[in-house]
């Protein structure tokens, strides 16, 4: 049973991972856990009351736990009232039925944008891109490509290239004046810094680097000196995929230290939010009814979007 | 000989459209006419010195006159000396080869279009699209997309959907979430009030209409009008095309009133902007030389776009 | 007895209306609701602990209930402790003692409207006027001017445009380049399309058309095909009274597609907030001790207003 | 005749107050002089080419010149050409005939604020008013309300005074939750440090003190001193007039430190800036044609307001 | 023992002042009180549970108890549980082991501060400042420069002056184009206005006035009287100081009416940012363990801090 | 003689260096050229009217000219009317008399920051700063530090960092909260990247990689690189050093693409803003009179400086 099916009322035992925990008092002086559990299709909190010393030495972050509990109602969410929680052989678990999926298989992402890769023409931007690929290896197809919002799940970073590289490929079809060459590189490029930016591919929160230098800066000083490794320091294409990573989030207030300069670059910040955007849609539209306003989306402007009836 | 191949030095006669003008006196008194001609090449300002008064009754916009001149630098621009101007009979001339002309024929665009519109599935917002096209009529394959900057010449407001509208059916392709029948109808009628907004499809201004209402309200009027009078006021697809109209400026600081609140509202709005911003490239990038930066572009944030050097 | 007597302590019975509810559950897995009930005087939040199926089955939203409970202070407000609830017979009750009360009679307020409305001397505005106050009729009368804020409560739209109307006569007095029949009709049609924005009369929540359009723009559509149905559609007057419509809130952050452009236009906003402002005084400044300060108000820019000590 | 009457082709000789001008020299090195002369009827702007050092020692701001001059067209604005200029005694000359003419008489003024602060009940709200009213004596009458935009004559000041307290008297009319008293002296207070951030009540500019200190905290600085040589200083009038003068601008950006607070400083704000504007409108309307937008008005929000067709 | 050192777990009695409380009921009915207690190394809530009316009626905001209680742990915070809490005569308790303490004496900065002032050249400026100072006296040493955030502690305001007098020092030496007379007396006066702003050196609130005027304000009107009894109105020294305490805090936005228009007013807002952000790093920083980041800092526009590894 | 003391009505020959010009034609068609020509006083504009083709040949931005001239009054500003122009043997002259000269000595700048470089007590930074400052060598001394506003002159980055450093020290032993090392380090490095961001020392423009990537990310990719050749990639040093030089323009508004989060980055920022403001207040409150306002400085937010009467 998947946490999405619980309702209020249920009683039951079930695996789920442990992906937070704090500890409280109540008012009446009992200490208690609170903990976030996940599987594949969602989180839920839920609470240890009179929390024992040995239930609460069992808990660690990333284990999956047996879990007894019943389901309740409070404040328009369902809550776990925890009774007991065990901890068994990990080796029995299959990791991926607790965590976030992607929609794609890791392999297929691995073997569509090396494909990608070799039909860039242009061979000091196709070099670049093979070097960079090289230096992160497979942590390309686990990080996700952000820890909330969009694509936040292991394989979240190529399933985000891929689906831009599509998009970006219709949109060179369409409008010939783009370089497909920079274009395609630049959507491959733009986020490897995440890679460092986060700590993690699974459960990832922001690293100390990541935060004090964001994952753009830290990406055009790692290419700059895989560039200069290859002999391409002064080369146009360095200068120009620097830029591309430089000014991809568009504006100076979202991070971005220079503005798009170059009509490649304008191009790449569209289709990075129309993927992004269409995957936070993706994520909540599901849960939306019809007829239906979602509740207030922080990373869409603070807006309410509204799931149409009967139009799908 | 068209305007673009105009040197400094050149003495010559042309015939040229007359595009503006207006009246002035020199500091020793004398009275003179700043005239701006224009072909399907472009514009260029000349000026008539001493300039007597029968020579001023003859002038008139949207005539085409010969021009008998020479051509000089002043301030970075060159400009004209206009010694003689005649007009003669206009059914002369082909009207075409004195306005800025699209890339593709109105022909073109009209079937194309028209033929987009039957592959909308939803019968109610197939009718909504027909009764709306029949509105407007021929208007719809004349008008511009804009006034200056972008898709400014007859058939522009045709050609500005026709690009949008494969664009938007690359993305349908790629992200099945969207609906297809909804985004191809906001496409299609997005920018329709510009044939109020405008005073004409050749050489056109804001009318006074358009100053005071904007082409977002003056669509979303006449939209609900017609959807009335088809008996559809309180269907669901006029809700969501209403509100894409309205929505499809993306903020309220660009003459929206209200934010995009639905998913295609959401692509409409990229959509829009991905095709002005391509046709602004495609006019002023031809003009640039490898590794220069174009002058600061006002509608494009006041940026400097840069051609790179040998990557095309 | 009303709800703004009620006093810490206080143990009793009394008829109040039902505006809200919400269940939840303790942290001892107890079910209660919370319920916000309301009389002419104002709001209070009750709980029901251990709540009962067969009372929460007599909930419902709109219904007058006997209550009995006692007062106690929870976080520097009042809240009731509901011991019992029952529903009698709804025809026993006079509706306005439980709404929010204007300070006018609704038949007042009609017939000084409808009088204004004779002494608008330009045939083509009064018919206008006339055609769109025949096209809401009695709603006109019934619904608020806002869902909170101001000139909430049953004829508060009326309540509003009368308080506005009188001022726009003042103006015009004093200054006489105005024009008082625009700057009439203004005051009575610029919030006309709340009727359709909001869900009704009393209680009223916006509906989704009022989300995805807003009052602006359904108030412009609607007062367009008015205006065309009595053949006005491309009179002046149709366009300044569209162009009111569209700006009266002034600036574009505040979701006005254009800003004012006409004089009466200006004038407009400033007494549609003079008016507003007034009545949200007219709200808090009767519960402010003299010396104090209110507690931060969202819809006046989060100002703390002082109420003067002595001098009142 | 009046530099309001003059048309191209012009050629007489006429008085006119010499309001600024400057030296130049033309592209071929001969001297030449930019003078802007006025009246009370507007300004213009005229050239002496070939300037003698005989006419130039002539020259000085604030004197009135008998001018020798043609008019010409440059750059659609009328210029002159003069030919000669000679200063006659002044004593010749009525001042009032050569500036900006207020509406009102200054007796007219006088005796119509007296007899308002006559009706403020409040003794000490009467007091502070009757002794600020008393250090800046008939300069009050004398002074602009700004040095350019609005009410910008001799006399200004008291015009937009008496024009907000009349406003002001009716909204306390509509509104009896304003203390008149309160608001009345607000009025006739709040723009008072303008005597001293203008130079003088003719062709005046910004003194010194006026730019580092701003009018605003140079009037709650008088006034507190006069409030404490009454013994004042510790009335809550007193603390409520200091109020209404720092955040009559209404917010900081506007230059006030505090936006308001006090219901009757919210009302002061708006009743200044409907006087300030329809005072403004005065000034642009009459000149504008029928279906014609004004240019851009800066000190409207860069607006272009439009003058409505048979609708007056 | 200090409230710094308490542990969870931890049942013990000891003295603490009593800086806020406010009064609570459970939800089962019962009143408590939730107490904010506080000593010179810091603050800790406290609740009081099923309070009685001989406790309360012992409460009062300054006092210092001996209260008996335990620690806990609540949502990331400790928390007392408070079983008694008695109140003794105040005089065997030392106030400054209560409340917040700066790092220097009074009598250092009395001493220090008064030696500055001597070393002022201009006589003008200086009797400026000494007045200054004699008016608000030793109230000078006492007061806190802010009520949270920087030196808000007894003896606050003085012991930032001191930091700000002493880096004006060191500007004017390393830079000798500032004025060090000005500089000097804009750092004495520029925060004199909080002795108003606030109701008292300890456990200081914003009082009336210091919300409808704001300190600058307030200072800059005291300062005018003093310089006008001094016959000092109208000179240069007195216009600069004046234009130095409005500028101070840089923008319109941040409460200036005028932004600095003189050189040693810009340096000025420099220096008191410079020494109140050193405050707030030496108040947190000591907190956070090497290699932390600190939780969102409100007055640091929401930054996270980081404390670096082994690099001190 | 020197531009500065030129005066309108001067008739003279000097050298100057040329450092802009363009070509125009005038009214009447005839050719001429604007030269901009400076020496180490100041810049000015010259005309040469009708000018001739071997005139024109000899014109060489960078060449020093001897000039023969007249000087005129234009617009309130001095310009040439040149009559002839010879470029001699350019050996003849000394370079430094045609350029801005900074206040110190290049060998003073050297020996003085090469010995701060030594008093860094940890080995690490040390290490990191040494190996950056051979990596530009020479330039270091020779480049400016902004094309306009501040520092423009050779040596002018040495100057600006020569400046910082000092009080940086100053502001380490007045708050022993801040890492000496970690500042001085920061102070250094901070402002590197302007080498690859100006095309040269002297007449510098903004290179192609300058306004693309900007100096902020030039230099903390080079600063990446070497730290990676030392092998401090992962030391706490190398990834404070890179966050200062991030953000050391204090907000994303201004180019940098993280804001400070450490307390040495946060003051880093404050001295840089300081000692640049302080360079341009000394280039231009030497030219303004006594009670003069400056006219708008649009590096300093379009404010106009004052500079006292009296009180220096």
């Known amino acids: 049973m998947k ?5 209020s009322g249920l009683k039951t035992s079930n695996a789920m991972l442990i992906a937070r925990y704090t500890r409280g008092v109540t008012q009446n002086g009992a200490p208690y856990l ?7 299709s969602g989180e839920i909190e839920g609470k240890i ?7 609460e030495a069992r808990i660690q972050v990333g284990l ?3 879990v007894k509990f019943d389901v309740n109602q409070y404040k328009q969410a369902l809550q776990l009232r925890v009774h007991d929680l065990e901890i068994k052989d990990q080796k029995n678990y299959v990791l991926e039925e607790f965590v976030n999926a992607g929609q794609f298989d890791i392999n ?10 070799e039909t860039i023409a242009d061979p000091i931007i196709k070099d670049l891109v093979v070097a960079n690929m090289d230096a992160v290896g497979e942590q390309f197809y686990q990080y996700p490509a952000a820890t909330r919002n969009h694509h936040d799940f292991v394989g ?12 970006a490929e219709s949109v ?27 700590t993690a591919p699974l459960l990832s929160e922001y690293s100390v680097a990541g935060r004090l230098l964001g994952h753009i800066s830290i990406m055009q000083a790692n290419f700059t000196m895989i560039a200069t490794q290859l002999g391409y320091a002064d080369k146009e294409q360095t200068l120009l995929l620097r830029h591309m990573i430089l000014s991809h989030h568009g504006q100076l207030d979202y991070g971005s230290p220079v503005m798009p300069m170059v009509k490649e670059a304008e191009m790449l910040n569209f289709i990075d939010n129309m993927d992004a955007r269409t995957n936070m849609f993706d994520k909540f539209y599901g849960d ?8 207030r989306m922080f990373a869409l402007d603070n807006r309410n979007f509204y799931k149409a009836k009967g139009v799908k």
């Open 34 to 40: 609170s903990i976030t559990f996940q599987d594949s």
């Open 64 to 66: 999956i736990a047996e």
């Open 156 to 167: 979240g970073l190529a399933t985000h290239v891929y689906g831009m590289a599509k998009l």
């Open 172 to 198: 060179c079809e369409l409008y010939p004046i783009y370089n497909r060459d920079l274009l395609l590189a630049g959507v491959i490029l733009h986020d490897m810094g995440k890679i460092e930016e986060y």
């Open 49 to 55: 009351w009179d929390v024992k010393a040995e239930q």
């Open 108 to 117: 297929f992402l691995r073997s569509e944008i090396t494909a990608m890769i």
């Open 288 to 295: 939306l009814g019809e007829g239906e306003f979602s509740s």
């Open 3 to 7: 946490i999405k099916e619980y309702t």
